[in-house]
């Protein structure tokens, strides 16, 4: 057989292979091997695009509630401020205070994260304006003694508008430590749907500048940026241009919490993919029994002059197009249930009759379908599945065709 029509050939007969099958019980090896890679890349597709919805979301309320990037010891109308605020991919620069300390209503206490802002936050703190349920963070700076905290936290405090919440801060001196107390009255609640809706409070910066800022908490300058992500190079940036600035990133806080959520990400993918494996190394079987069944057309090909290199390439293709078509049903499948996934648990607590996500901050399950993601499941699933079907088809290249007439 001419070399240059080998690969032809061989894909026209491992195509009719595919097709047509003598052999009732290969036949329908090679579908449950078909079925179950797909059901395998289906799930990991939904997992991943679900775990990468679950990191958006905490993204988006956690990184839109708290500092991008915090200077400490600046001020909105100092000097410096000036160019930093001109620095390519920063949205905006804004006074802040953070301090630890207790809120305490009717006899109930929390611990709590306490945000001090002026007029310079406003229209920064997106996500805050967004999530508020009554009041509004300019109505807030207008109230005598305004304060704003979440929901959650005013429900299990007991507050209601215009109720009256004490903050605790703490205030070292020169005999230790002493508690400083404030009193404020709720001016508005909000909901991000994060941790920060039970410790979180906002109250204007004026309001604790008679206590002295600098020793209850942090005072600066918060940069905003228009991508949180590059937060870690922005303040390395700064602290290497100011060596006399404490810089500090939202990543020194809660990088540990995404950190756990890329790996448990990388976990799930782990786990689902030997489900992928599983059902690539069962198409080993269906290509050993189709090896099996064509023992006798291999040696007939043999003593026509086919090589090696294409019986092992008309059972490679075979498997290869079983494999194709597993995956890509997978993936179209996966992304499909993927972009409905709300609609279809929704439907399924319909029919338990509770709600699965009760008890979090999420209202339906959050999906991101990223190519990248796509394309790394298809790429291993097929390296998988090729490897797979590499074994039967070497084993056909190396059989004896005396043997296989004979047989």
């Known amino acids: 057989m001419p070399p240059g029509r080998s690969g032809s050939v061989a894909w026209w007969i491992a195509w009719r292979y595919v097709r047509t099958r003598r052999r009732e019980f290969a036949a329908f090896i090679t579908r449950v091997s078909m079925a179950g890679l797909t059901l395998g890349v289906l799930v990991l597709t939904v997992v991943v695009s679900v775990m990468n919805g679950f990191d958006a979301e ?154 002295g800022l600098d020793s209850l908490g942090q005072v600066g300058v918060r940069v905003t940026l228009d991508d949180p992500l590059i937060a870690a190079g922005v303040a390395a940036s700064l602290a290497r241009e100011h060596p006399g600035w404490q810089v500090s990133s939202w990543a020194d806080q809660y990088g540990d919490l995404f950190q756990a959520v890329r790996l448990e990400k990388l976990m799930m993918f782990l786990i689902l993919l030997m489900v992928v494996a599983v059902a690539a190394f069962n198409i080993v079987s269906g290509q050993s029994m189709a090896v099996n069944d064509k023992r006798a057309d291999i040696a007939i090909l043999r003593t026509m002059g086919a090589r090696d290199g294409t019986i092992l390439r008309i059972f490679l293709l075979q498997g290869v197009v079983i494999s194709a078509v597993g995956i890509g049903v997978g993936l179209a499948a996966g992304v499909v249930v993927a972009r409905h996934i709300g609609a279809l648990i929704a439907s399924v607590e319909g029919w338990l009759g509770f709600r699965l996500l009760e008890g979090t901050y999420f209202v339906e399950v959050p999906s991101v379908v990223q190519t990248g993601d796509l394309v790394v499941i298809g790429a291993v699933s097929g390296v998988l599945c090729l490897l797979s079907a590499w074994l039967p088809a070497r084993r056909a290249a190396a059989l004896n065709p005396i043997a296989g007439l004979h047989g």
């Open 58 to 211: 905490l993204r988006q309320r956690i990184l839109g509630t708290v500092p991008h990037v915090m200077v400490e010891g600046l001020r909105v109308d100092d000097s410096e401020v000036e160019a930093l605020a001109a620095r390519p991919r920063v949205q905006s620069v804004y006074n802040f205070f953070v301090g630890a300390g207790m809120a305490t209503a009717g006899g109930a206490v929390n611990p709590v994260s306490v945000y001090g802002v002026d007029r310079s936050a406003l229209g920064a703190l997106t996500t805050i304006e967004s999530g508020m349920r009554f009041g509004t963070l300019e109505g807030m700076l207008d109230a005598p003694r305004g304060l704003l905290m979440g929901a959650p936290l005013a429900t299990h405090l007991g507050l209601l508008p215009g109720d009256s919440v004490t903050l605790v801060l703490s205030q070292p001196g020169e005999a230790g430590v002493t508690p400083r107390l404030l009193r404020f009255q709720l001016a508005g609640v909000f909901e991000v749907g994060a941790e920060l809706d039970y410790t979180l409070v906002v109250v204007p910066m004026a309001e604790l500048a008679e206590l």
